[in-house]
């Protein structure tokens, strides 16, 4: 019965976002010429070079377009907004005297608009195949595809909870954009979205190993992609992220209550 | 109207948005800070990509930091003079709201286009320019006055461009009651004015190069500072922005005939 009403609010999430499909998919394929933007500036730094740090055009570049593809499926887009706004419109109250748990009603809805964004961003990624196809190169070993899995449910999850914790700062501020935007600045650099982290120089590398950014999304494509070399550095990730997970949900639920304390219902 | 009076109505404008924005000084620092910290993700790419390689299409670590800071100078400018305007003139156009400009004592496209100054994007055009006198003395160049003033006039081609193009798809609201996707669209399109020209080739150069002319906004400014002026690129950019304002004017006109008032 309890898991019920998020099964419910998951398939509210599903049609409430078809029915932006097309802004999806505009998304989708310009993020396509993002790509074509990769393709060209990699593909100039490594003229006259077979490899970058280790890795050949074709690692790069499907570095790139797996980036790409998570992006779609794991990252928040609109999360925080939306938890904003029904805050600062006053939507919240009537979580507030139902017996449901708010994060979990958002993150139902978070996990149904990514199922939709994934599944829309697939179909020009699909159309343009046929060009990518000569670039991928993805490894062997089975190993990084299991504890993909695990990286890339905790990414969503990390995602989504940092997402909920910027949404949840409008119990203090009426305008959370310039946070919001000022938080994707950092999480693209050091999320490995502008370039793969492993080209830092190695102290910087090993410090924003330590960081949340770095499982955000640079973890998950990175055991994708080959670019976590040994099953111990693994399972070492898979525990850091697993440590800001905890973490995050613990500041999440500690913001949600403090905010609370400040917050006025208003309205009959 | 005499020119006097669009810099009258212009100040106008520019006073109450300086006033505005010192109203909401917290967000104003904030703002600024976000561009500064977008400003650092496009150069931090560029260092990192130096730490592995010496050239990009041979183009060197310092020629491309002034590329780049070219690049954010034209488009701190675009920020802070027209941004806010053209996209307020799409929820505008959709709401009906446009009704205002209309009825304003002055050319409808003028006041569309100038009503609001961004001072977070004037702020970090200093700093975008600062990168390139930086770039330029580690090059150990040494631009003429003639050079610097020749691409002053390049940058203000390079922010009628800018500002064409963004009218031009923003007029497409006239038609398509929306203009989402536009701003996107704008900053996918802005990254390939931070290539270097040499890197394009086959269609890539024809659609970047010749057709949407990205790519020329910032390469011949920034060549003119590395190689000195080549008249026929000046004339190509000068060319481009006529012909790209024209573009955007009569598109802006024709959505113009188009609109119907929304408002009661």
């Known amino acids: 019965m309890s898991l019920a009403k998020y099964r419910h609010a998951f398939v509210l999430g599903l049609q409430g976002n078809l029915v932006y499909r097309w802004n999806f998919a505009v998304r989708a394929s310009l993020s396509l010429l993002h790509l074509a933007y990769v393709f060209i500036l990699w593909g100039a730094a490594f003229t006259g070079q077979e490899t970058l740090a280790g890795f050949n055009l074709s690692q790069t570049l499907t570095y790139f377009i797996t980036i790409l593809v998570l992006q779609f499926f794991i990252s928040a887009m609109n999360e925080d907004y939306e938890v904003s706004e029904e805050i600062r419109n006053g939507l919240i109250n009537q979580f507030l005297l139902k017996p449901i748990h708010y994060f979990s009603y958002r993150f139902s809805i978070f996990v149904a608009a990514r199922l939709v964004s994934g599944s829309l961003a697939l179909i020009p990624l699909l159309l343009a195949l046929p060009l990518l196809w000569p670039h991928l190169e993805y490894p062997t070993d089975t190993w990084t595809y299991v504890a993909a899995v695990p990286a890339l449910i905790l990414s969503a999850f990390l995602q989504f909870t940092l997402a909920y914790c910027f949404g949840l700062l409008t119990f203090w501020f009426l305008e959370i954009q310039s946070f919001i935007i000022l938080s994707l600045a950092v999480e693209t650099m050091l999320g490995g979205q502008v370039f793969p982290l492993d080209l830092l120089p190695a102290p910087l590398y090993e410090l924003s190993s ?24 693994a399972i070492q990730g898979l525990g850091i992220q ?20 400040r917050h006025t219902a208003v309205g009959g | ?23 909401f000084r917290g967000d104003f620092i904030m703002w600024s800070l976000v561009e500064f910290f977008w400003m650092g993700v496009n150069l931090g790419l560029i260092g990192v990509i130096y730490q592995h390689t010496e050239s990009i299409a041979g183009w060197g670590p310092w ?18 003079f027209f941004w806010t305007n053209l996209f307020e003139m799409g929820r505008n156009v959709r709401t009906g709201t446009f009704d205002f400009f209309l009825a304003q004592p002055g050319p409808v496209l003028f ?7 961004d001072l977070d994007g004037f702020l970090n055009a200093p700093i975008a320019l600062g ?7 580690q090059l150990g160049l040494t631009p003429t006055p003639l050079q610097w003033v020749t691409y002053a006039g390049m940058i203000l081609c390079g922010l009628a461009i800018h500002y064409a193009t963004l009218l031009f798809f923003i007029s497409l609201v006239f038609w398509i009651q929306s203009a989402k996707g536009v701003e996107g669209g704008y900053f996918a399109l802005n990254e390939f004015s931070r290539l270097p020209r040499e890197a394009l080739r086959g269609i890539a150069s024809i659609v970047f190069v ?25 004339l190509w950019l000068a060319g481009a922005a006529a012909l790209w ?4 004017v009569l598109m802006f006109h024709r959505g113009l005939r188009r609109y119907t008032s929304a408002s009661s």
């Open chain 1, 210 to 233: 330590y960081l949340p950014y770095y499982y955000q999304m640079y973890f998950p494509a990175a055991l994708l992609t080959g670019r976590i070399a040994t099953p111990e550095a």
């Open chain 1, 242 to 261: 697993l440590f800001w997970v905890l973490a995050l949900y613990g500041v999440a639920q500690f913001l949600w209550l403090r905010g609370l304390r």
């Open chain 2, 1 to 23: 109207m005499r020119a006097a009076q669009y810099v009258r109505i212009w100040l106008a404008g520019a006073r109450y948005s300086i006033v505005r924005t010192m109203m």
């Open chain 2, 63 to 80: 020629d491309m930091a002034m590329l780049v800071g070219t690049s954010l100078l034209v488009q701190r400018l675009l920020m802070g």
């Open chain 2, 111 to 117: 006041m569309v286009s100038t009503r609001k100054i």
């Open chain 2, 131 to 137: 990168v390139v006198i930086y770039a330029a003395d």
């Open chain 2, 210 to 234: 010749y057709a949407l002319p990205l790519v020329v906004v910032t390469n011949v400014p920034a060549q003119t500072l590395r190689h000195g002026l080549e008249p026929r690129h000046g």
């Open chain 2, 245 to 248: 304002l024209a573009l955007a």
